[in-house]
């Protein structure tokens, strides 16, 4: 072992705690860039490979019902490769133990051969091949712990029905299951099943027909301009609207996760980074200090400048290691947690954590030139610090009135709290970067509160503020509006609003957006428009109202003109004027007066579900008739969903909560343990000289620990700040 190298094993084990906290930091910010980047990478491996072997469509459309020679047309669409067309209906479900309905999407296989596209992964169980028989999605299996064999009730038509459960599957359209119009899934009220389509054809009189198509495109195939082209054929069928893989549903929310690790992944670690670099640099520097000679020593001894460098910056490249080899396997260990927390959600038919050497390698890559550079000036000065001044001690630093003592409010402060103010005020610089170094932590675990209390914060105004309701009922079709006086008998129900909802493809110049808008009644009092402020909208008489972002997404305001293409019915192709935007918290979406837009889409008043506000002690009764009422597509009971919603959110809150506060301690504690070290190393000499001059242990410890005291009072209102900037900064990243 050569000297050098040997002297560098010394220097370590003489800073071995500021070592040992130097790299405590750099493991925190290493292991936060493996962990999510590494189950980024797994689900995006996961994903691809079960597209690809499982034939997931480029587009999908749904319609009303058009004949199978329809499908002819679509397959001359320039582009398109493979054309599916199927049956998919929407039931109601009854589910024994459950007392609410539950929804169910119902999807036909073809009679011989397995699906072209979309196909169905066999977990256990067999294929449904004869009259009630279905495959049952994984995820409403689980919820339920059911098994093949159980029996399940549903509505076909206006049809009870009983269906035995022969198998359990999964498909890459629903890897993300979620129910119509939600955001978060909900197993226990929403499953997708399986059946042989001529039986479909049969409840639905679908026989000859279809209502749902997808399709393959051939390589270099505009998505776009197909989407355009199959619009326009199925639009005398009753198109509901075609979309690209990008805009689908399960592949949309499931490709915003990605975005929303790759920000996590990457934003975060950099403090970590950033910090870690400072301390280096502090470390160093004080070490260069107290070994001037030492390094005069070598250089009479013959070692040149470069290698006197070299030996310093090899300080820093083994704390780099031994930084990224700790974070590596800590961000293994939360990558494989992670990833099992994603098949609560994400349900894929085998999701296998791999870490890939790139990414230790490259955070090993960016930590080592983080702190390379900020170590660079400490590694300089020894190497081009001259044998003649090496071996003279430093300078003292010049030694003048603080600012205090001019201002004269030294005589409002003891002696000790006088040094104290010196020192900081004469080491600004370096009390300015640990100031920012402790603010960072604090502001890590304000922006991991923040964005908890942001997503709670929401959360409750939609159900305290909102959803005033208890139970939503929606129809299959737009229903006539004295369908709600049956409802407003219906057992149970104290109140009920009405409301229609009609999806649209909006267009302002060159952008378009499919989105939907709701007709409200002019007395709202459940189901309410709020802004921002939580104050009731009163929409105008006529004209449209846009959420802000979708107002933004087209680049319209109030009093502009959009194009409103109705995805229903005769598809009408309607304008309109925006009469205002309502900066609202979920969602892009349009409100309209009912009256307004049934003069709009010049129909009579039709509804398409109502709002009910129940009884508690009735509920029961209503559940029982709704779930015989064909008319009924679903039921959403707010107190079931919004429970639900809290499960799933407290599981992954909880999780992320936790690493913020035990990173940013890492942080504060490498930060504050560093200053102190320095602080007292620096400071020895005069410390000892004090007591011997009479002051006590505890002025002593006043002065040393005080100055920190300082810093981290004046570091936790910056850190307050910056932690609000931080997570302004993340919600505009992951906001859609």
């Known amino acids: 072992m050569r000297a050098l190298h040997r002297k560098l094993l010394r220097d370590l084990w003489h800073v071995k705690g500021q070592a040992l906290a130097i790299v405590m930091v750099m493991a925190s910010g290493v292991a936060l860039y493996v962990s999510q980047l590494s189950t980024l990478d797994s689900l995006r491996r996961t994903r691809d490979t079960y597209y ?10 749904a319609c009303k019902r058009a004949p199978d020679s329809v499908a002819d047309q679509v397959a001359e669409i320039p582009g398109v490769a493979l054309v599916q067309t199927r049956i998919v209906a929407g039931v109601s479900l009854d589910v024994p133990g459950l007392p609410e309905p539950a929804m169910a999407a119902l999807v036909g296989l073809p009679e011989q051969g397995r699906p072209a596209l979309n196909d169905v992964f066999l977990r256990r169980g067999r294929l449904p091949e ?5 495959l049952a999605g994984e995820a409403f299996v689980i919820a339920h712990n059911m098994q093949p064999g159980e029996r399940i009730a549903a509505v076909l038509n206006g049809r009870r029905r009983e269906f035995v459960v022969v198998g359990v599957g999964l498909s890459p359209e629903y890897v993300y299951s979620l129910p119509p119009g939600a955001v978060l899934p909900d197993d226990k009220r929403f499953g997708v099943f399986w059946l042989p389509e001529t039986e479909l054809a049969a409840a639905f009189d679908m026989a000859g027909a279809f209502n749902d198509v997808s399709l393959a495109l051939d390589p270099g195939a505009s998505p776009d301009e197909v ?20 805009d689908q549903v399960s592949n949309w929310f499931l490709q915003n996760e990605f975005n929303q690790l790759e920000t996590f992944g990457t934003m975060v670690p950099l403090v970590f980074i950033g910090v870690a670099a400072f301390l280096l640099n502090v470390v160093l520097g004080r070490l260069i200090a107290t070994q001037r000679e030492q390094i005069a020593a070598l250089k009479a001894f013959g070692y040149s400048n470069s290698q006197v460098g070299r030996h310093y910056a090899l300080f820093v490249i083994v704390l780099v290691l031994a930084g990224a080899a700790v974070g590596s396997g800590i961000g293994a260990w939360l990558g494989y947690l992670l990833t099992g927390v994603y098949t609560d959600f994400y349900h894929f038919p085998v999701l296998h954590y791999v870490l890939q050497p790139r990414q230790p390698l490259t955070a090993a890559f960016i930590t080592g030139v983080a702190c390379l550079l900020g170590a660079f000036g400490s590694v300089r000065s020894a190497a081009n610090l001259p044998p003649a001044e090496a071996m003279r001690p430093p300078a003292p630093p010049a030694y003048r009135p603080t600012l205090v003592e001019r201002l004269g409010l030294q005589r409002f402060l003891a002696q000790p709290s006088r040094m104290i103010l010196r020192q900081l005020e004469r080491r600004f610089y370096k009390a300015a970067l640990s100031v920012g170094a402790i603010a960072l932590a604090v502001a890590i ?3 991991g509160r923040a964005f908890v209390d942001s997503v709670y914060f929401v959360l409750n105004t939609q159900e305290y503020d909102v959803y005033r309701q208890d139970v939503t009922v929606s129809f299959f079709e737009p229903r006539p509006r004295e369908s709600l006086h049956d409802l407003r008998s219906a057992p149970g129900v104290l109140a009920a609003e009405p409301f229609r909802s009609v999806g649209v493809r909006l267009r302002a110049g060159h952008r378009k957006r499919l989105a939907s808008i709701t007709g409200v009644p002019d007395d709202v009092t459940l189901n309410r428009v709020l802004d921002a402020e939580l104050r009731p909208v009163k929409l105008p008489a006529e004209g449209l109202v846009l959420s802000r972002s979708l107002g933004n997404a087209l680049g319209v305001g109030p009093g502009d003109r959009v194009t409103l293409e109705v995805l229903e019915g005769s598809r009408p ?3 309109a004027v925006i009469a205002g935007l309502v900066d609202d918290y979920i ?6 007066r009912m009256d307004a837009l049934s003069n709009l889409l010049h129909e009579d008043s039709r509804i398409s579900g109502v709002h009910l506000l129940v009884d508690p002690a009735r509920q029961a009764d209503l559940y029982r008739q709704l779930k015989a009422t064909p008319a009924v597509s679903a039921v959403g009971v707010k107190r079931a969903t919004m429970q639900s919603l809290r499960e799933t959110l407290a599981q992954n809150l909880l999780i992320s909560t936790l690493f913020n506060i035990v990173f940013g301690t890492v942080i504060a504690f490498g930060v504050v343990y560093n200053n102190a070290r320095i602080s007292l190393s620096e400071r020895a000499r005069e410390l000892a000289s004090l007591r011997v001059l009479g002051l006590t242990r505890g002025e002593i410890s006043y002065i040393l620990l005080g100055e920190l005291a300082v810093l981290t009072v004046v570091a936790l209102p910056l850190g307050c700040l910056l932690g609000w900037l931080l997570s302004l900064a993340t919600v505009e990243a992951l906001n859609t």
Do not use: H
């Open 52 to 61: 690809d072997d499982y034939r997931f469509a480029d587009v999908f459309a």
């Open 227 to 246: 989407v355009r082209r199959l619009d326009d054929v199925l639009a005398p069928w009753g198109g509901a609207g075609a979309v690209a893989r990008k």
């Open 130 to 134: 004869g009259p009630g028989e279905v």
């Open 573 to 575: 192709v309607r304008e």
């Open 587 to 592: 969602g892009m979406a349009g409100y309209m």
């Open 445 to 447: 675990v304000v922006w």
